[in-house]
């Protein structure tokens, strides 16, 4: 059997809280979408974060869908980790 790589996937989340209620899908992506998706977020300084499991379970949700409500603490965790990174990096300027 040969070893085959699964093509990689990427999601973009986004999240305004004086405007929406919860995160939203903003880009979603396999293959070269997903290289699309990271490159952007890269050349923008947009924290990329890898987490297969959250990815699988936000992977049903359509572009421009809500986060469900089961999913906020999974979801909160990247927000913070990103704010880390946010805070680290201005402390650092």
């Given at each position: 059997?040969?070893?085959?790589q699964?093509?990689?996937e990427a999601?973009?989340?986004?999240?305004?809280?004086?405007?929406?209620?919860a995160?939203?899908?903003l880009a979603k992506?396999k293959?070269?979408?997903?290289?699309?998706?990271?490159?952007?977020?890269?050349e923008n300084?947009?924290p990329i974060q890898?987490?297969?499991?959250l990815l699988?379970?936000l992977?049903?949700?359509?572009?421009?869908?809500?986060i469900p409500e089961e999913?906020?603490?999974?979801v909160?965790?990247?927000?913070?980790?990103?704010?880390?990174l946010d805070?680290?990096?201005?402390?650092?300027?």
């Amino acid at each position: 059997m040969k070893n085959q790589q699964k093509r990689k996937e990427a999601m973009a989340l986004g999240y305004n809280p004086h405007s929406e209620a919860a995160p939203k899908v903003l880009a979603k992506g396999k293959g070269i979408i997903a290289e699309n998706i990271l490159s952007r977020a890269k050349e923008n300084g947009v924290p990329i974060q890898e987490d297969k499991s959250l990815l699988s379970l936000l992977g049903n949700l359509d572009i421009g869908e809500s986060i469900p409500e089961e999913l906020y603490g999974a979801v909160a965790e990247v927000f913070a980790f990103i704010y880390r990174l946010d805070r680290d990096i201005s402390k650092k300027e």
